[in-house]
């Protein structure tokens, strides 16, 4: 592979994508050992110091680990969850065997406010596309999805048939993102919620904030609201330890 360079990222961040992407893509899997530290510092042309910071902050976030006198390895799978991944809410739907559908309630071009400015990386008073969109399964509103795109990554983004293709599946496939945040709380629903889910006043919500990037840029802001006796999030994780 040739050497890679990237305006404004920095190497070690490089090589890390570049790792990343070797592992998501299937090429790199569990338990391979990948490329060697002199391979690297030879490919990339960069430090010993810095192949070494970009293999360490893997581990710590999980991607690899390492063994003393052998090398580096891709680490095993320890957490799955629908609440740490990034799903298409059709496809959850259907392989529960339910049926799915939606009715998208709103798309168009919008100057955003200081919030969605914050949350974007963008400018208030600047151009984002905003969708709101009520997801059902078996014609029962599951899902509020409140989102703001960047224009840049997604140009064509308002003329997409949203019935047709989730939000969530149109975007990984024209931007495959990098980086991704969940923030959950629970809220009490707007007049405006319970009329897009068909809810009561006094029945709670998971709300849960969604931001993802492309390196340092952010692609996307979404709010995900769930009516509380419909939908369940939860978290799957192995210890190590037997009990």
């Known amino acids: 592979m040739s050497k890679i ?9 490089v090589i890390k994508n570049h790792i990343v992407s070797k592992i998501q893509s299937a090429h790199w899997l569990e338990s391979h050992q990948i490329t060697s530290e002199n391979d690297l510092v030879a490919e990339f ?3 010993r110091m810095t ?3 970009a293999l360490r902050e893997l581990t710590m976030e999980g991607w690899l680990y390492r063994v003393k006198g052998l090398g580096t390895f891709v680490a095993r799978k320890k957490i799955k969850s629908e ?3 990034i799903r298409n809410i059709a496809e959850e739907i259907i392989e529960r065997g339910s049926s799915y559908s939606c009715e998208v309630k709103q798309l168009k071009k919008e100057f955003i406010n200081l919030h969605v400015a914050l949350m974007l ?9 905003h969708s709101i969109i009520v997801h059902k399964e078996d014609d029962v509103p599951v899902q ?13 983004y308002l003329s997409i048939d949203f019935t047709e293709t989730t939000p969530n599946a149109y975007l990984t496939k024209i931007v495959p993102f990098s980086k ?3 923030i959950l709380e629970v809220i009490m629903p707007t007049e405006s919620v319970q009329d897009y889910l068909n809810i009561e006043a006094f029945e709670p919500c998971m709300l849960l904030h969604r931001r993802t990037w492309r390196n340092k840029d952010i692609i996307t802001y979404a709010t995900l609201i769930h009516p509380g ?5 939860g978290v799957e994780f192995e210890t190590g330890h037997q009990v």
């Open 45 to 47: 042309g960069a430090s």
């Open 229 to 233: 006796s419909r939908y369940k999030m």
């Open 144 to 156: 509020l999805a409140d989102r703001w795109v960047n224009p840049v990554f997604a140009p064509d």
């Open 121 to 129: 990386g963008l400018n208030k008073g600047d151009e984002a596309y």
């Open 83 to 85: 609440l740490l991944e």
């Open 51 to 53: 192949v070494n910071r």
């Open 180 to 182: 991704a945040e969940h």
């Open 5 to 13: 360079t990237a305006d404004k990222i920095p190497i070690y961040q």
